[in-house]
């Protein structure tokens, strides 16, 4: 079970950081990734998380978003700074034991979202 957390509402500009917690005992086998779904608009992947703690990012984000793991802790973030208007989406976790069914949106477990919001 994922659980997303730390949405809200922020300027543009303005940073907010997400957290996803996972229930389980083998939280640190899983890749984790973030994926975004706007209005009108197609989920979207925004970063994924290896188990190693290597990153990868969407090129919309890359520079203004990181993400990292904290394997005793099970819980993923994504770190979002010089957020813009065009970030306003849903943001969902996303977890798999295969690194690139993450990477294309077909991971096994996802979490609720929490919303994000960006003013310009």
């Known amino acids: 079970q994922l659980q997303a957390s730390g949405g809200g509402f922020v300027q543009a500009g303005g940073s907010l950081r997400l957290s996803c917690a996972a229930s389980g005992r083998t939280f640190s086998a899983y890749t984790m990734g973030w994926f975004r779904q706007a209005p009108g608009k197609e989920r979207e992947f925004v970063a994924a998380i290896s188990r190693f703690g290597g990153t990868a990012y969407a090129e919309s984000v890359k520079g203004r978003f990181t993400g990292a793991r904290d394997n005793a802790k099970n819980t993923v973030y994504l770190q979002m700074n010089s957020l813009k208007p065009e970030d306003t989406a849903v943001y969902y976790c996303?977890?798999?034991?295969?690194?690139?069914?993450?990477?294309?949106?077909?991971?096994?477990?996802w979490g609720q979202g929490t919303q994000v919001t960006v003013s310009s």
């Open positions: 996303a977890a798999d034991v295969v690194y690139q069914s993450v990477v294309d949106g077909f991971s096994s477990f």
